[in-house]
């Protein structure tokens, strides 16, 4: 079914047009990582994870439907790592529970990227997408910024060992994304959706 594709930007503009359905603001959906309906109860699934129970550093990407992901982080007393937009830097966070992009640039600590080597590891590595498929193949907005995020903290060596989490609604999970992926296109572990958890099969 999804062979009908013929580049990312074509999943993009189908996923852009089926979220309207679901869709809550930031609004326009297109050129962007979809906020939607019940993202919220996709989030609080992070607290299913074992891995996540025994966290103590998160990565979260700015995107909205990250939001309530940010605050369990916060809720749950361990440390939120998120990078400001447009990989403008990054930030640490310990106890503000306003975690919007505003909140975060207002409370959050920076962090330079020649200091990013003395943290801790990061345990779980949180991004939402515009499409995603079983096997963690992830499909962004386009900006690469996600996989920006991804190598420069797996550069600064921290994350070895961490679980790659994606923030989905069905409309954008899909059976085989594979094909239209390149070398430098890193793998998601696990899906969180409204309804469930989709370990990825890699």
Same mark, same amino acid.
């Given at each position: ?5 013929? +580049? ?6 189908y996923v852009w047009k089926e979220?309207?359905? @679901? ?25 299913? =994870? ?23 982080? =916060? ?12 990989? +403008? ?44 498929? @079983? ?50 296109? @890193? ?5 969180? +959706? ?9």
């Amino acid at each position: 079914m999804t062979d009908r594709f013929k +580049t990312k930007q074509d999943v993009r503009e189908y996923v852009w047009k089926e979220m309207r359905k @679901v869709a809550i603001p930031p609004f326009p959906v297109s050129g962007r990582i979809p906020n939607f309906k019940d993202s919220a109860k996709a989030c609080e699934r992070i607290r299913e =994870l074992e891995k996540y129970k025994r966290s103590k550093i998160v990565f979260s990407a700015p995107d909205s439907p990250l939001r309530r992901a940010r605050e369990i982080v =916060l809720e749950d007393n361990k440390i939120l790592l998120a990078v400001k937009p447009r990989m +403008t830097g990054f930030l640490i966070l310990d106890s503000s529970k306003d975690v919007t992009i505003r909140g975060m640039l207002r409370n959050g600590k920076e962090i330079k990227e020649n200091e990013l080597h003395k943290l801790n590891k990061v345990d779980l590595f949180v991004q939402g997408c515009v499409a995603v498929d @079983v096997n963690g193949n992830r499909i962004g907005k386009g900006s690469g910024y996600g996989d920006k995020e991804y190598a420069l903290l797996k550069e600064h060596g921290l994350l070895d060992n961490s679980l790659y989490v994606v923030v989905a609604h069905d409309i954008q999970v899909f059976d085989d994304l594979g094909y239209l992926m390149g070398e430098h296109d @890193v793998k998601a572990d696990v899906i969180l +959706t409204p309804g469930k958890i989709i370990w990825c099969r890699h």
